[in-house]
C-alpha cells in the first residue's frame, strides 16, 4: 500500500494517512527531511555525486532513513506499512435493499427528472426565466417570466412554490437571507482511472482544506477541491493549474495522481462557490420556498439533495388531505408547520455539514489540529463510533441531540488522549481550549438553525396545525 525506496544507504518511504468511509474516504499526507551526505525532500533527491534527480512521483517520498540494518530496514518497514485509513460503509441492515448511497453526473439526473415530470398527464413544463412574482394585496397569485424568444408572459394559480436554486433571485421577497461563503469548490472530472476503494466517495483531509472525489460513472470521477475564503486563483492565466499541481497533486493518492494532472492539463476547470444559508422564512399567503432557494449548508457532505427530497416528503404529507388551496392566509398559517416538521432531518444534516467543514480544514491553532486528529480516530473506533455519525450524514437517524452527543464525545475524546499517560500544564490548556473550539464550532450552527425547533419541535404551537377546513 505504501511505497519504499532505497538508495544506496537511505531509504525513502511514503507515509499515506488515509481515513476512508463508504461515503467519506478521508485522508493526508505528511513528510519529514533529514539532513546528511545524501539528502532528500519532498521533490528531489541529491545522490553523493551531487545531481538531483526527481523521485519516482513528486511529492510520494515523506521520510528518509539513512542506514539499513536492522534498525533501518525494520522501521522502514514498520513506517511503510502504516498507512491509516477507515473505510466506513452505511448501517443498512435495517433499511430496505433499495436504500444506498448514489453519485452520477447531476445534469443527466436532472435532465431525467424533468422527463419523469412531463410524464404525467397532469403536469406541463415551460422553459423560461421568471422576472418576479405576482403579487396582489400581500397574496403571491403567480409568476411572470420571459420565454426563449423575449415574449413577456404570466401564469396564475393559487399556490406558488419557489425553488429556484442557491442563485434564487426570487428568495428576498419570502425570507430573510443571510447567504455566507465559507469557500470555494474547484471541479474536475479524472478519466480511465480507479479510485483506492470503488464504489465509495473519498474525503483527503489535506492541506489547507479537503478534497472529494467520487465515481460520476463507470469511468470518470468527480473531483471537488476545496479552497476556503471567496478568492480563488485565476484560471485564465494559470495560477489555478499551478496551484492544483503543486499544492494538492501532491496529497492526492498515487492511484489518481496521474489522471488528476491529466485533468489539470485538460483545462476544464470550473469553480462554485460553497453557500450556506439558515432556514430563516417569512411566511406569505400564496407561495412557499423551499430547495436551496430556501436553505443551504457546506456541500462536503452532499446532503443538499437529502434535504430537499425529504423536504418534498414532508410538503406533499401536508397538502394531501386538501381539497382547496384557494384560501391563502388558511393555507399559509397551515404550512407554517412545514418548518417545524422538516427540522429533524434539515438541522441534523446541516449542522453536521458546518461542523464537519471546520473541524477537517487545516489550521495552525494546536487544538483545533487535536480535534481534528480525534474526529479521525473516533470514527477510526468502529462500531457506534462510526455508525452513528455515518447515519446521521446520510439522514438515516435525523437526531440533532444525537448529532450534538457525538460531537462533543469526539472532543472529549481528545482531551482524553492529550491527558494519557501523564497530563502536563500544556496538554491541560490545549484540552480546554479544545472544549472552547468545538463549542465554537457547533454552537452558532445550532443558534442559527433554531434550539427550540431543533431538540424541541413538538413545543412549537405550528407542530399542530390542522388543515384549513375545506
Excluded at 115 to 129: D, F, H, I
Excluded at 152 to 160: D, I, K, R, Y
Excluded at 296 to 320: C, E, F, K, Q, Y
Excluded at 405 to 431: D, E, N, Q, T
Aim: glycine share 8%; hydrophobic share 40%; charged share 20%.
Amino acid at each position: 500500500m505504501l511505497d519504499t525506496y532505497v538508495f544506496g544507504w537511505i531509504i525513502c518511504v511514503t507515509l499515506s494517512a488515509f481515513a476512508i468511509c463508504n461515503f467519506v474516504f478521508a485522508g493526508k499526507k505528511f513528510c519529514a527531511s533529514l539532513e546528511t551526505d545524501a539528502a532528500m525532500c519532498a521533490e528531489n533527491i541529491t545522490t553523493a555525486a551531487g545531481e538531483c534527480r526527481q523521485s519516482k512521483r513528486d511529492g510520494e517520498v515523506d521520510v528518509v532513513i539513512v542506514g539499513a540494518g536492522v534498525a533501518g530496514s525494520a522501521l522502514a518497514y514498520t513506517l511503510g506499512k502504516d498507512g491509516k485509513h477507515i473505510r466506513l460503509s452505511y448501517p443498512l441492515e435495517k433499511f430496505h435493499s433499495d436504500v444506498a448511497g448514489r453519485s452520477f453526473h447531476n445534469g443527466r439526473f436532472i435532465q431525467r427528472m424533468r422527463e419523469k415530470a412531463a410524464s404525467l398527464p397532469n403536469v406541463r413544463l415551460e422553459q423560461g426565466t421568471v422576472t418576479s412574482l405576482l403579487e396582489e394585496k400581500g397574496v403571491i397569485k403567480g409568476v411572470q417570466y420571459k420565454t426563449k424568444d423575449s415574449q413577456e408572459l404570466s401564469v396564475c394559480a393559487p399556490f406558488t412554490i419557489v425553488c429556484d436554486g442557491c442563485f434564487s433571485n426570487l428568495r428576498r421577497s419570502l425570507c430573510n437571507p443571510k447567504v455566507d461563503v465559507p469557500s470555494c469548490f474547484v471541479g474536475l472530472v479524472l478519466e480511465n482511472c480507479e479510485l483506492p476503494y470503488a464504489n465509495h466517495g473519498h474525503v483527503i483531509l489535506g492541506e489547507p482544506s479537503p478534497v472529494l472525489f467520487y465515481p460520476i460513472s463507470s469511468t470518470e470521477i468527480r473531483c471537488l477541491v476545496d479552497i476556503p475564503g471567496q478568492k480563488v486563483p485565476s484560471i485564465s492565466n494559470g495560477e489555478m493549474a499551478k496551484y492544483l499541481k503543486t499544492v494538492i497533486a501532491p496529497q492526492v493518492p498515487h492511484e489518481l495522481h496521474d489522471a488528476f494532472i491529466a485533468a489539470v492539463d485538460k483545462g476544464r476547470i470550473r469553480t462554485m462557490p460553497n453557500r450556506s444559508m439558515p432556514a430563516a422564512p417569512h411566511p406569505t399567503p400564496g407561495a412557499l420556498l423551499m430547495g436551496d432557494a430556501f436553505n443551504m449548508r457546506h456541500p462536503l457532505t452532499g446532503g443538499g439533495m437529502t434535504v430537499a427530497l425529504s423536504d418534498i416528503v414532508v410538503l406533499r404529507n401536508l397538502l394531501r388531505p386538501l381539497r382547496d388551496l384557494n384560501d391563502a392566509p388558511s393555507l399559509c398559517k397551515y404550512l407554517e408547520s412545514f418548518y417545524t416538521l422538516r427540522k429533524p432531518v434539515a438541522s441534523t444534516i446541516n449542522t453536521l455539514a458546518g461542523a464537519l467543514y471546520k473541524v477537517f480544514c487545516a489550521s495552525p491553532d494546536p487544538a483545533r489540529k487535536e480535534m481534528r486528529q480525534a474526529c479521525f480516530d473516533y470514527l477510526s473506533l468502529g462500531g457506534q463510533f462510526s455508525e452513528g455519525p455515518i447515519s446521521l450524514l446520510s439522514g438515516l437517524n435525523p437526531r440533532p441531540l444525537t448529532l450534538v452527543l457525538h460531537f462533543f464525545a469526539v472532543a472529549i475524546y481528545g482531551v482524553g488522549r492529550l491527558l494519557l499517560p501523564f497530563p502536563s500544564p500544556k496538554r491541560i490548556w490545549i484540552g480546554l481550549r479544545l472544549i472552547s473550539s468545538a463549542s465554537g464550532i457547533i454552537m452558532p450552527i445550532i443558534k442559527a438553525e433554531g434550539v427550540r425547533q431543533m431538540f424541541f419541535p413538538t413545543t412549537v404551537p405550528a407542530y399542530y396545525r390542522n388543515p384549513p377546513l375545506a
